[in-house]
């Protein structure tokens, strides 16, 4: 029998690496082992290392042994680059594994996990070091549910293939990534967990300036060196001041497109500030929203998707091209509009009518606060008090537009969470405010998250000359 390994480097793309040969001979044994154990393969790399490689490669063989691999990441945007690279769908991690369904007390819509029936199915995340494990009301953590979800049936002889990077900022509050934790794996849901990490940085992607600097802030974190960037001899890395900062957008818009072309920030209120000053100075916006406009989806939405949408749901961190705008309309306190907009990771959704929150564009926090949520469901809730059928009004309370108005802000500037899983051509990383004192681990791994979400040109904006050689 011709062994997993064997058709992997019969079919691999380059010459592989050391590690990655390794890596071949150790899925021989992740591929054919037939058991309940629960395996799990965890592939953990430095940007650069050739992951997405192993894994296209990876799951072009499984028909071979009779498996049937599924593509998943933490978000759309992430799905939409993992789909482009492996050739095949991708799916977001919540759109498997969850369906919708109604409290039969409430009427109130909630989330549940699937009854998984797959067998001999080969789950494969990518971007893992974005899946969080935080309980919240009435649900566990995603990576809870994920792994439930997987290994359902102990006869099912499903497995797990975790691929990410430790290197990236974890879930947001959390010490961790503990999808990419083989301790946390192994001890919290006894999994049978086999793991590699690649660092070898593979030929083809030596000469990118890009990959060499994130290279240098990997061996920084583990070392605990000053962070020092290389920009010379490259041709893709520059230094710049935010002087320059109209001529560089206006250069990554005319030869990527805006959609290409992104700010990454250290704060929500930094990128609120880029936000109206790209509105205003580049394109010239006089209206509060217009036609064109980009926008990211900064809460969870359940409301405006059919159920047969492909996208699931309109996920936190979901990027949409406005098309019209309708007027504007005060209540409860806040200000709302009625826009129509395309999904830019899901180029053949038709397109969607909704309400959004004019309010959350120009906040400096990430979403609504808490005590604004609690004003708009109070207010809902007195609009509708007079219908005395409890069921009936708890109905209309759920299907009301304004309680599940989109929030929404401009998407030319991201924070780096925000802007996590996914990849764009031009980047302008501005570094704000620092002090020597500021300057951790997990100011490294924010650099570090930043700058490889760039693909072709990175540009480092506003830092001092103590961060490079």
Known sequence: MITPSERISASFPFEPTNGQKTLFELLDDFVLEKSTRRNTFLLKGYAGTGKTSVLTAFSNILRFYSYKPIMLAPTGRAAKVMSSYAKRKAFTIHRIIFN??????????????????????????????????QSHPGGEGL?????????????????????????QLPPVKQEISPALDEVYLQNVFRLNVKSLELTEVVRQASESGILYNATTLRNALISQQDIKFTTSP??????????????????????????????????????????QYIRRQIHYREEELDAGDYLMIVRNNYFWLDDDSPAGFLANGEFIEVTSVGGVEEKYGFRFCDIRFRLLDYADHPTVEAKIILDTLHSFTPQLEREENRKLYNAVLEEHSEIADKRIRLKRIRE???????????????????????????????????????????????????????????FLMNYPDKFFK
Not at 145 to 154: A, G, K, M, R, T
Not at 236 to 244: H, P, R, T
Not at 402 to 417: R, W
Request: charged content about 25%.
């Open 100 to 133: 919708q369904s109604e409290d039969p007390d409430t009427g109130i819509l909630q989330f549940q996990r699937q009854k998984n029936t797959a067998q001999n199915t080969v789950y494969i995340i990518d971007e893992a070091s974005m899946v969080d494990d």
């Open 400 to 458: 009301d537009e304004y309680l599940n108005a989109l929030q929404v802000k401009f998407s030319y500037a991201l924070t780096c969470h925000k802007s996590q899983g996914g990849q764009w051509d031009a980047i302008f990383v501005d570094i704000g405010f620092i002090r020597d004192d500021m300057v951790d681990t997990d100011f490294i791994r924010w650099q570090y998250t930043a700058i490889t979400r760039a693909k072709s040109e990175l």
């Open 234 to 275: 490259f041709s893709d890395i520059y230094k710049m001041g935010s002087d320059k900062l109209e001529d560089g957008l206006l250069y990554g818009y005319d030869k990527y497109g805006i959609e290409n072309t992104v700010i990454i920030t250290r704060s929500n209120r930094a990128a609120t500030q880029y936000n």
């Open 143 to 167: 990576l809870s549910s994920l792994i439930n979800y997987v290994f359902e049936d102990p006869k099912s002889n499903n497995k797990l293939f975790l691929v990410g990077d430790s290197a």
